[in-house]
C-alpha cells in the first residue's frame, strides 16, 4: 500500500513548515520524503503519524 504524505498532508491544511514544526521533523525532511528522494526512519514515521492525530 502506499501512502502519499504530500496528499495527507495538503487534506490536513498543513504547509511543510507546519507538519516539520508539529512532528519535530525538520521541513527539508518532509520534502525529500515527499519528492521520494528519502526513505523515511521508522522513528520519522512515527513522528510524521503521531502528529496527524
Known amino acids: 500500500?502506499?501512502?502519499n504524505l504530500h496528499e495527507l498532508r495538503i487534506k490536513n491544511g498543513l504547509t511543510?513548515?507546519?507538519l516539520a514544526n508539529i512532528s519535530g521533523v525538520?521541513?527539508?525532511?518532509i520534502s525529500k520524503i515527499?519528492?521520494?528522494n528519502m526513505n523515511p526512519s521508522l522513528?520519522?514515521?512515527c513522528r510524521l503519524c503521531c502528529?496527524?492525530?
Open 1 to 3: 500500500m502506499k501512502i
Open 16 to 18: 511543510v513548515r507546519g
Open 26 to 29: 525538520g521541513a527539508g525532511t
Open 34 to 36: 515527499e519528492r521520494g
Open 43 to 45: 522513528l520519522t514515521i
Open 51 to 53: 502528529a496527524g492525530g
